[in-house]
């Protein structure tokens, strides 16, 4: 017993740990951050393998082999191309020491982050922004589906025989192609999730 409270004491535990915003500049995720692109940390989870960090652009997995080994993998998952979602909160029974936050990413892992139990009230801000990120996600990923169709429903009600010549052609060709591109990949494909954490997260 002692020494399991030894090792929470020393912050050497399995369980993960909210880090306080004043202590983001000492984690091994910072110097992985985008700064020229305006990236920052919005909540971070720290075990002593293990760090969680949720910036406004991707989430950054630090992963460590062990607690006592320098070596470290670092995985990134931008929210442009990793939607989330089954977000949940396990909570502790009565001896559990931890509780668990869990989400799925597309094209990436399912996460299942044990956190001390007395900063579930703290966890709960994520969930809540994780949530909310997933259901802008999803309602982007609808919008998209519908650009195409409604290009060849556009496509139908024009014909190539009525087009005055091939540089009207490819001049309608050109600004089609850039509202389409500008639809998918700017308007419907949002990047930078910072308003959402900003909403949910306690200062």
Request: hydrophobic share 35%; glycine share 4%.
């Amino acid at each position: 017993m002692f020494k399991r409270l030894a090792s929470e004491a020393l912050g050497l535990s399995d369980l993960g740990v909210i880090v306080s915003p004043k202590d983001y500049d000492k984690v091994d995720a910072d110097d992985y951050l985008f700064h020229e692109d305006s990236e920052k940390i919005f909540f971070l989870i720290k075990s002593k393998k293990d760090e969680y960090c949720f910036t406004n652009l991707a989430l950054i997995h630090v992963d460590g082999d062990s607690a006592v080994s320098s070596k470290r993998s670092i995985r990134r998952y931008d929210y442009a191309s990793h939607h989330v979602s089954d977000v949940s909160i396990e909570t502790a029974g009565t001896i559990d020491r931890d509780v668990e936050l869990k989400f799925s990413l597309a094209d990436g892992p399912t996460f299942s982050i044990d956190v001390r139990k007395d900063q579930l009230e703290i966890l709960k801000d994520i969930y809540k922004a994780l949530h909310s990120i997933g259901k802008i996600q999803h309602r982007n990923e609808l919008s998209q589906q519908n650009v195409l169709p409604c290009l060849d429903a556009l496509g139908a009600m024009h014909k190539i025989s009525e087009v005055e010549s091939e540089a009207t052609l490819v001049k309608h060709y050109q600004a089609l192609l850039h509202a389409v591109n500008t639809m998918q990949l700017d308007r419907y494909t949002q990047r930078d999730f910072g308003p959402v954490f900003e909403k949910y997260l306690r200062s």
